[in-house]
Structures are given as C-alpha cells and as structure tokens.
C-alpha cells in the first residue's frame, strides 16, 4: 500500500471549515483513500472513502486531486467533539488490512 | 447500525493470569480483526478472520491466542503476557475481508502489572 503524509498537527476555531491534508504521492490506480478518526482512547471512527471521485457524506467532504497524489478532508463546520486524531489510509482492492499513519492531530479551539 | 462491542472496558492481569477479551457484532460481517495500539502510536493489525477461519497472523507471539467460535464472535485470549503487552486492544468487523470498510469497537485497555 501506499505511504501516506499528514502534518502531525492542526488547529481550528469551532464552527470553521477543517481542511485536513494528505499527500499518497505514490498511489495506484486500485488504490483508495480511506479516512478515519480517534477521539482520545477510543477506537477509530470511519468517516469516508473515495477512489478517484470526491465524496461527500453527513460527516464530511473528501477532495481527491485530479492526479490522485493527494487529497483533503474537509469538516466543514467543525464543533470541539471534532477534536480527535485523523487517519489518512492507502488502502488497495483486495487488501485485508488498514495501515495507519501517524495522522494529524486536529484540534478546534472555542 | 455499525456497532461493534468489545468487553471489558478495561482489564488489568498479573504476567501468570489467563484472561479472554471478547468482541462481537451482529451485522452480518464476515471478516473480523485484531489490532494493537500502543500509548500515542497508530493501530497495528494482529489477527485477522474471515468466515471463521485465520487468514492474517502479523507473526504475533503464542501468548496471544484468537478464537472466532462464529461469525458473531472474536475472542482473544490472553496468557503469560509481559507489562510491554500493556496497550488498547482493538477489535473491528467488515462486510468481508477483502475492500469492505472497517468498523471498530471501542477497545479493551488491558494493563499487565
């Protein structure tokens, strides 16, 4: 899979748009972009995945760039339970596990 | 519904105790896993079944032993364990084993004293 690169971390006033950033520079053409997040000792919470197109669900908006190198998740008006941990995972069909990152520690601030 | 429930919440065991973690879900998901998280670092994959039989072992030591008695059902079972084994477990279920999203559970936080 896959090598992913998140800014370790990141700050944002409640109620602002997050944008998230990833680079996945070496991506194949099977290859998804997955998201997700872990609020402090809790699991991960998947929020969304795409393979080439954008997505958008009631959590979140996915951007992926035309040349699929890189990608952003938007929150687009973030609250401070947004608080968490995000994962940025390259994810190939077919295969069976997720490996995560580092990810970017968000934080929204009141 | 995408809930995945592991129990207990929180555990705490000698290095000579025997103890199981346990994980279940009722989605119908076919394909269910381990992972391992340590203090301020990234899940890292275990174990992973699907339809019931082990097709990953991230060449995890012996003390650690899984079990899928069904497709409803993940255990761990837990013995001789070293305080370094001490992390949050983390169970998680998907459609199949192959491209499906994973769903996790809220994890056991296991110390080994």
């Known amino acids: 899979d896959a090598k992913t690169t998140q800014p370790p971390s990141m700050d944002c006033a409640e109620g602002r748009a997050a944008n998230l950033p990833c680079n996945h520079s070496?991506?194949?053409?099977?290859?998804?972009v997955y998201w997700y997040r872990q609020i402090h000792s809790q699991g991960p919470q998947y929020i969304i995945h795409g393979l080439k197109n954008n997505e958008t669900n009631e959590m979140a908006s996915l951007i992926i760039t035309e040349d699929r190198k890189s990608s952003t998740l938007i929150l687009p008006h973030a609250t401070l339970r947004d608080t968490a941990v995000y994962y940025c995972?390259?994810?190939?069909?077919?295969?069976?596990?997720?490996?995560f990152g580092q990810g970017t520690r968000l934080t929204i601030n009141p | 519904d995408t809930e995945v429930t592991q129990t207990p919440k929180h555990l705490v065991m000698g290095m000579t105790n025997k103890k199981s973690l346990k994980c279940e879900q009722h989605?119908?998901?076919?394909?269910m896993y381990w992972y391992k998280q340590k203090a301020k670092k990234p899940p890292e994959l275990m174990f992973v079944y699907s339809y019931e039989k082990l097709s990953i072992n991230e060449s995890v030591p012996s003390r650690f032993s899984p079990e899928c008695p069904n497709s409803s059902l993940l255990n761990l079972h837990l013995h001789a364990l070293q305080p370094e084994d001490s992390a949050l477990y983390l169970c998680a279920s998907s459609s199949r084993a192959f491209t499906d999203t994973q769903y996790f559970g809220p994890g056991t936080r296991l110390t080994v004293l």
């Open positions: 070496t991506i194949s053409g099977n290859e998804y």
């Open positions: 995972i390259v994810r190939s069909q077919g295969a069976q596990k997720l490996v």
């Open positions: 989605m119908g998901h076919r394909a």
